[in-house]
């Protein structure tokens, strides 16, 4: 299982719930970043974003990922909607300024003139307290005008970040393409699509892509001979996740599970026993 950082705390926990399901779906697939970009068409360096809880996904990235995993893509569209209407929304944080004291500087005063019969030198003094003409009425006589003009200040600032936020949300669902590939990455091509036509040619199972070849292959092959194979383990029962024609973590664990249902050595590899089990 892969190792991620630690999701931000002011994450929105819908936001939360998405991320924390496609990592689970990614894990139980057993798929690298790079299967991710080749099965999605969207780069690794934006999925590691996604599944850092950096970037939202865009909503096609997270149909890709249900279709490769063999996932039900609707509970996981209506996570996203909710995501995406709430994504940003605990990053913004106010703040309240307090009035700052000020702080008064006391001068003595010199009294000239006789002694009272209680004094003990020749002079007395006492304190007479000063203010800045500038800030005392200010902080002192008027503290609400300072504590409005500084919410005020805050509140504009939030207002600011919010809308930024939200322009950068709709550019990313608008464009997914930029996002998906930043100008320093290239972004994977898509795999090609095939179509499984099953069919009984000659007492033997045929899907009709590969012209009945029976080459063997292994884990991490690709082409029309692995999707053959992947069709004909859906006819068989067994799910290879997408019809993809590469040979990746579902397809190997639905070829063990085939090896093993039918008695044969189960190493993961179609050679001629297997693709005779699998043709009947």
């Not at 599944?51 to 249900?66: C, N, Q, W």
């Amino acid at each position: 299982m892969s190792r991620y950082k630690a999701l931000s705390a002011e994450l929105d926990p819908c936001a939360r719930q998405l991320v924390e399901r496609l990592r689970q779906l990614k894990d139980h697939g057993e798929l690298t970043m790079r299967h991710l970009a080749a099965k999605t068409g969207y780069s690794a360096k934006s999925w590691e974003r996604y599944l850092g809880g950096t970037s939202l996904p865009p909503r096609e990235a997270v149909e890709a990922l249900a279709r490769v995993t063999g996932a039900d893509p609707v509970p996981l569209i209506a996570l996203h909607e909710i995501a995406a209407d709430t994504w940003g929304s605990g990053r913004a944080r106010t703040a309240t300024a307090e009035p700052r004291p000020t702080t008064q500087k006391q001068e003595p005063i010199t009294l000239i003139g006789p002694t009272p019969p209680h004094a003990t030198t020749p002079h007395a003094t006492t304190p007479r307290a000063t203010t800045s003409p500038t800030t005392a009425p200010a902080a002192g006589r008027f503290p609400h005008i300072h504590i409005a003009l500084t919410t005020g200040v805050v509140a504009l600032a939030v207002a600011l970040l919010a809308a930024l936020l939200l322009m950068l949300r709709l550019d990313e669902d608008i464009t997914p393409a930029a996002v998906a590939a930043p100008p320093s990455t290239t972004a994977a091509s898509p795999s090609p699509s095939y179509t499984c036509r099953i069919s009984r040619i000659g007492g033997r199972w045929s899907a009709g892509i590969n012209q009945g070849r029976n080459d063997e292959i292994v884990y991490g092959a690709t082409g029309a001979d692995v999707a053959e194979a992947q069709c004909l383990l859906r006819r068989a029962g067994i799910s290879p996740g997408g019809i993809d024609g590469m040979f990746g973590p579902l397809t190997l664990r639905a070829v063990k599970t085939f090896q093993q249902r039918e008695g044969l050595v189960v190493d993961g590899m179609l050679g001629p026993r297997s693709w005779k089990a699998l043709r009947g």
